[in-house]
T-cell receptor, first 112, second 113 residues
């Protein structure tokens, strides 16, 4: 089986930086995704990491350490529209193909 | 852009009814997935399929079945709907190993009364 943990809620100030952590335990690891989900909408793709290190994409960066089973999503220059749920998801290779499993999500609230 | 289309946005069904949720993707993706999303529990994988006529159980397959007769279409079937299957159902698709990302449909909010 596998276990994915991330904080339930976080609050940050507009213009600040926030880091959302995710730890996982899984066999057959084949990559980690971060998704953003606004209330009532489908999740949208933010980042994908399969090798150790930092991937930067504009205001969003994602880091992975496979040996530690750890990832984080870094959001810079926070905007009010960044208030959303952030989902960490791990791909596991199974005999039947890829299996993408999600954590329960971190609800981020950005305040003035 | 890949489009994943779910046939209904909102659905209300009675307990014991057979329910079909349809999902169609237009980019020739091999992998398709059905999740349900509930408050506090996140997205949980029900079933997935990596090829036509192939299916694999996810983490919570009980009470559900699936059908993939054509590559672009993946159907979720509730054989006999129950109130604990009231949920948001999300379909997703991906290409190959999935590194290109998984694209989600807009979801079907199913209420079983």
């Amino acid at each position: 089986g596998q276990n994915i943990d991330q904080p339930t809620e976080m609050t940050a100030t507009e213009g600040a930086i926030v880091q959302i952590n995710c730890t996982y335990q899984t066999s057959g690891f084949n990559g980690l995704f971060w998704y953003q989900q606004h209330a009532g909408e489908a999740p949208t793709f933010l980042s994908y990491n399969v090798l150790d290190g930092l991937e930067e994409k504009g205001r969003f960066s994602s880091f992975l350490s496979r040996s530690k089973g750890y990832s984080y999503l870094l959001l810079k220059e926070l905007q009010m529209k960044d208030s959303a749920s952030y989902l960490c998801a791990v791909i596991r290779l199974t005999g039947g193909g890829n299996k993408l499993t999600f954590g329960t999500g971190t609800q981020l609230k950005v305040e003035l | 852009d890949v489009k994943v289309t779910q046939s209904s946005r909102y659905l209300v069904k009675r307990t014991g009814e057979k329910v079909f949720l349809e999902c169609v993707q237009d980019m020739d993706h091999e992998n398709m997935f059905w999740y349900r999303q509930d408050p506090g529990l996140g997205l949980r994988l029900i079933y997935f399929s990596y090829d036509v006529k192939m299916k694999e159980k996810g983490d919570i397959p009980e009470g559900y079945s699936v059908s993939r007769e054509k590559k672009e279409r993946f159907s979720l079937i509730l054989e006999s709907a129950s109130t604990n299957q009231t949920s948001m159902y999300l379909c997703a698709s991906s290409l190959g190993q999935g590194s290109g990302g998984y694209t989600f449909g807009s979801g079907t909010r199913l209420t079983v009364v």
